[in-house]
């Protein structure tokens, strides 16, 4: 397991009636996890395996105090006992228990809660040409204790036409179901002054009514691979993804608080299952064997969407990994990437946005194997400037930029 502790000091600001005051908001969080997994093969064409996995985690902040556990339990088999056919099929069990310390900011209708999931898929790539056509159909069938019960199937065919040529297209249904928060919470999200709209002060609310349901998503794709020899591959996918029952937030609800001590008017707003969005893009992928001791890895990916209403993707990235072998027992791997500018959800701005701009970064791997089973790595990250921003969270913590670091690491199979 692992038993990890970070510590950021923020300066965040929380509102409470009339008063407004600024907190050393000291963000506390520890965890460990265990996982075991046993793979077992019966003959040429049956194999199965067997997952078990727990998570603890704790996190205490100014706004808010919480512990989760989670236990996973999954099972998967393969079967191609029948000819032309290849199944897949599995079934998965996960229970998990948080408890929360609320505060003014957010509240629970349930303070603790134990929710349980089940799910089960399966899944058959058929042979309807050999050696050039092959249909994959399955679903996925899930319970959970939000939404019910949600299915999201999928189709896939792949086409042969040379031996050095792949074309594949799918279309498959996926689901988000929804957080606790947008189950049970309430959110005070700001607080604004008296202003010639509203002589009293404003409480901003963000609250479930119990009736949000699942997101969806109906994704399409289209792929190329081609394979010019042994040292070099290339593929190209395409994609356009169609987003419906997205989270958005209803009319305000008005609310005069008029008793004492703080006569305030509250603004309530209820999460909501009435937008929708599209997004497009494409990704271009490249593999070369340059030499025995070098190869190189090049990707690039361009994404477009209509959704306005949401924090923004970076509509380009680029990778370039180069991995040289500098002894059998000794490798060296460069990875630099390039992200394009994009913008986040931040309440806390005037606009509700906060911009990231573009950023160039470089990671260093060093690995010796002293012997087949141990191998130790130091790892330098971000290694071109001091700090960059990635990535911000939605509310009341103030962006933070991910440093240049090392670390090392330690690992041994058995």
């Given at each position: 397991g692992n038993n990890i502790k970070t510590v950021a000091v923020l300066q965040n600001t929380i509102i409470q009636g009339s008063h407004m005051y600024l907190v050393d908001d000291k963000t506390e969080v520890s965890g460990g996890h265990l996982l075991g997994r046993w793979h077992r093969i019966f003959s040429k064409t049956s194999e199965m395996t067997f997952q078990a996995y727990y998570d603890r985690t704790s996190r205490t902040e100014a706004y808010l105090a919480q512990e989760l556990e989670v236990f996973d339990l999954d099972f998967q088999h393969r079967w191609r006992g029948i000819q032309k056919h290849d199944i897949i099929w599995g079934a998965r069990y996960r229970y998990s228990k948080d408890d929360f310390v609320p505060s003014y900011v957010v509240t629970f209708d349930q303070e603790s809660r134990n929710d349980e999931l089940y799910?089960?898929?399966?899944?058959?790539?058929?042979?309807?040409?050999?050696?050039?056509?092959?249909?994959?159909?399955?679903?996925?069938?899930?319970?959970?204790?939000?939404?019910?019960?949600?299915?999201?199937?999928?189709?896939?065919?792949?086409?042969?036409?040379?031996?050095?040529?792949r074309l594949w297209t799918s279309i498959s249904r996926a689901v988000r179901t929804p957080s606790r928060l947008e189950s049970d919470g309430l959110?005070?999200?700001?607080?604004?002054?008296?202003?010639?709209?509203?002589?009293?002060?404003?409480?901003?609310?963000?609250?479930?009514?119990?009736?949000?349901?699942?997101?969806?998503?109906?994704?399409?794709?289209?792929?190329?691979?081609?394979?010019?020899?042994r040292n070099l591959s290339i593929d190209l996918t395409a994609f356009y993804n169609d987003y419906d029952e997205l989270r958005s937030v209803s009319e305000p609800t008005i609310i005069p608080q008029l008793l004492p001590p703080t006569p305030h008017v509250e603004s309530l707003y209820y999460f909501v299952n009435d937008s929708q969005a599209r997004s497009y893009g494409l990704e271009l992928a490249?593999?070369?064997?340059?030499?025995?001791?070098?190869?190189?890895?090049?990707?690039?990916?361009?994404?477009?969407?209509?959704?306005?209403?949401?924090?923004?993707?970076?509509?380009?990235?680029?990778?370039?990994?180069?991995?040289?072998?500098?002894?059998?027992?000794?490798?060296?791997?460069?990875?630099?990437?390039?992200?394009?500018?994009?913008?986040?959800?931040?309440?806390?701005?005037?606009?509700?946005?906060?911009?990231?701009?573009?950023?160039?970064?470089?990671?260093?791997?060093?690995?010796?194997?002293?012997?087949?089973?141990?191998?130790?790595?130091?790892?330098?990250?971000?290694?071109?400037?001091?700090?960059?921003?990635?990535?911000?969270?939605?509310?009341?913590?103030?962006?933070?930029?991910?440093?240049?670091?090392?670390?090392?690491?330690?690992s041994y199979k058995f």
């Open positions: 799910s089960f898929f399966v899944q058959d790539e058929i042979t309807l040409v050999d050696d050039r056509l092959w249909l994959t159909l399955g679903s996925k069938f899930e319970h959970n204790d939000y939404t019910g019960t949600e299915i999201q199937p999928s189709g896939r065919l792949l086409w042969i036409p040379k031996h050095n040529h959110l005070v999200t700001a607080v604004m002054p008296p202003s010639a709209e509203s002589l009293l002060p404003v409480e901003v609310l963000f609250a479930s009514d119990q009736t949000f349901d699942s997101e969806n998503l109906t994704a399409y794709e289209v792929g190329y691979r081609f394979i010019t020899d490249l593999a070369y064997q340059v030499t025995d001791w070098l190869q190189v890895d090049l990707g690039y990916s361009y994404i477009n969407s209509d959704a306005d209403f949401l924090a923004e993707e970076p509509t380009h990235q680029v990778s370039l990994r180069s991995a040289f072998k500098i002894r059998d027992d000794l490798d060296l791997d460069v990875w630099l990437r390039y992200v394009d500018k994009t913008r986040s959800l931040f309440t806390t701005n005037e606009d509700g946005y906060y911009e990231i701009d573009e950023y160039l970064a470089c990671d260093i791997r060093l690995a010796w194997r002293p012997t087949e089973k141990l191998e130790l790595s130091l790892v330098g990250q971000n290694l071109l400037d001091g700090g960059h921003l990635e990535f911000v969270q939605e509310k009341f913590t103030f962006p933070t930029e991910l440093p240049r670091g090392v670390y090392g690491k330690v």
